[in-house]
């Protein structure tokens, strides 16, 4: 489980706006609990929610501060009406622009259901990945930024972005029968 968090790295204060950042916590599920809790669980949301990763966070669980941005795409393959197979990105978390047009993605037994809409063109089709992406700041760019937002500056800021982060993406495949 994921966790994306603002506060004190060290401390975990919210209160302490110079030095609260966005810090990725990672907490890593024993496979026999997961199958036991979670995947005969018949609200899989209430009893995930209800984990640790989800209600705090752990300084064992520590992954990275300073991010600037996060994203999370699943690649989707469809049937369109006319019977052509579509493959589509569709972004279901992205924290520079607000959350993605799919707020709501579940793997059924018949489909996807996306966006808790049986009649989309999704309802058939199957994830083939997910695309993974962070944006991470130097120690040095996140003092910089902290003071200087470059507000409305979009040049100046994507320059000072290329000189002072780190961006990594993984695509995880998913297995297809």
């Keep these: 489980g994921y966790q994306l968090a603002y506060g004190d790295p060290v401390f975990g204060d919210t209160q302490n706006e110079s030095s609260s950042t966005f810090v990725l916590y990672r907490e890593l599920f ?10 005969g669980s018949e609200d899989l949301e209430r009893d995930f929610r209800g984990s640790s990763v989800a209600s705090q966070s752990n300084a064992s669980d520590y992954v990275c501060e300073g991010i600037y941005e996060m994203t999370v795409t ?12 579509i493959i589509e990105r569709l972004p279901v ?26 009649d989309s ?16 700041l130097s120690d040095t760019g996140l003092r ?20 002072n982060s780190y961006r990594y993406t993984k695509s995880v495949q998913i297995p297809q029968p």
Excluded: H
């Excluded at 978390?93 to 489909?111: C, E, K, N, V």
């Excluded at 199957?126 to 991470?136: K, P, Y």
């Excluded at 910089?144 to 000189?163: C, H, M, T, V």
């Design 30 to 39: 024993d496979p026999d609990v997961t199958f036991q809790r979670y995947l």
């Design 74 to 85: 699943f690649v989707v393959e469809y049937q369109d009406t006319r019977g052509e197979t």
């Design 93 to 118: 978390l992205s924290t520079t622009s607000g959350s993605g047009p799919i707020s709501d993605i579940a793997i059924t037994g018949r489909g996807l259901l996306v966006n808790k809409n049986e």
């Design 144 to 163: 910089i930024l902290k003071n200087n937002p470059f507000a409305g500056d979009d040049q100046r800021k994507s320059e000072f972005l290329a000189k």
């Design 121 to 136: 063109p999704y309802a058939s089709g199957r994830i083939l990945s997910v695309d993974l992406g962070v944006t991470v």
